[in-house]
Nanobody, 118 residues
Framework: QVQLVESGGGLVQAGGSLRLSCAAS????????MAWFRQTPGNDREFVAA????????SYADSVKGRGTISRDFAKNTIYLQMNSLKPEDTAVYYC???????????WGQGTQVTVSS
């Protein structure tokens, strides 16, 4: 069973930056494509960014394109989401996910809160 643990959330002023981390519990992490999602109260989880396990191809939601960078460190079994020029609308609980399947991602972390003040 893969366990994912996010960290790095917090309170930041608009225009600031944060780097979120997601550490996986197993070395098989290196064979999974992974992603970041976010969710605000009363809304569905929203895709933020993804990185493939082959080639490290990345994709981003339009809402973060140009401001967010997803990356992975195989040695640390960790992925990151660097977010710059943060906006109040980026406020959400951010989740990392691993191993996309036909019915969605198989593994999820517990989430980390990001709050951007105006």
């Amino acid at each position: 069973q893969v366990q994912l643990v996010e960290s790095g959330g917090g309170l930041v002023q608009a225009g600031g930056s944060l780097r979120l981390s997601c550490a996986a519990s197993e070395r098989t992490f290196s064979t999974y494509s992974m992603a970041w999602f976010r969710q605000t109260p009363g809304n569905d989880r929203e895709f933020v960014a993804a990185i493939s396990w082959i080639g490290g191809r990345t994709s981003y939601a339009d809402s973060v394109k140009g401001r967010g960078t997803i990356s992975r460190d195989f040695a640390k079994n960790t992925i990151y989401l660097q977010m710059n020029s943060l906006k109040p609308e980026d406020t959400a609980v951010y989740y990392c996910a691993a191993n996309p399947t036909s019915s969605g991602y198989a593994y999820w972390g517990q989430g980390t809160q990001v709050t951007v003040s105006s």
